[in-house]
């Protein structure tokens, strides 16, 4: 039996990333897993202009003093989990409206986890400003979309309105952190879980499925 599994995120997400690696590891660990995953918009900086801002400065201006321990923290326990990760590569902070609307275009496409995937290698990997068109359009094609068409897309207005609407929606049903993952769209998980958390979830639906459980 298949089960939902809703995760709320956004590219920028330094938790979000380590919370996707370490369930990826876990669905490695149990390749018939019931999962059927689904990514849904969830902007940390809704008010961040189309063009972004200089990273170092924004940091600043949001944490203070305290941006470069609170990253620093974040790198080394990246680093404890063997996930790579580059802060000092990001110089700017994106607008993300436009890397959502290429998670909804490649779910289209059946291709939801490769995107995701490829928007957090670029931006704490790479370094690569996921908020310009042309970068975004290279991500494509790399995943086998059409960059030609996503370049056409994204200088549209193309599902602006109905990104904010279910971002609104998330926080209007009360999500206000990500990544938050939702269960059969009953129980909600949130934080970077350890892939033993999500080994256990998975074990758990075995058992219920299991009619000698």
Request: proline share 6%.
């Amino acid at each position: 039996m298949a089960v939902k599994l809703d995760i709320l995120s956004d590219p920028i997400c330094p938790w979000c990333y380590i919370g996707k690696t370490q369930l990826d590891r876990a669905l490695a660990e149990r390749p018939d897993h019931p999962f059927v995953i689904e990514w849904h918009p969830f902007q940390l900086n809704p008010d961040m202009p189309r063009e972004g801002r200089d990273r170092r400065e924004y940091l600043t201006e949001k944490f203070g003093d305290r941006a470069d321990a609170a990253y620093a923290q974040i790198t080394e326990h990246a680093k404890s989990l063997g996930i790579e990760a580059d802060f000092s590569k990001i110089e700017r902070t994106p607008n993300t409206l436009d890397a959502h609307r290429m998670i909804h275009w490649a779910g289209i496409e059946g291709k939801q986890g490769p995107m995701v995937d490829a928007l957090f290698r670029a931006n704490f990997v790479e370094g690569r400003d996921i908020g310009q068109h042309d970068v975004l359009a290279d991500l494509a094609d790399s995943i086998g979309m059409d960059a030609s068409v996503i370049l056409k897309l994204l200088r549209s207005d193309a599902d602006e309105q109905m990104i904010r609407e279910r971002d609104s929606h998330s926080r209007e049903m009360g999500v206000n952190a990500v990544p938050t993952f939702i269960v059969a769209q009953r129980h909600a998980v949130p934080g970077a879980q350890t892939p033993e958390v999500w080994l256990k979830v998975i074990d758990e639906i075995a058992g219920m499925e299991d009619p000698e459980a």
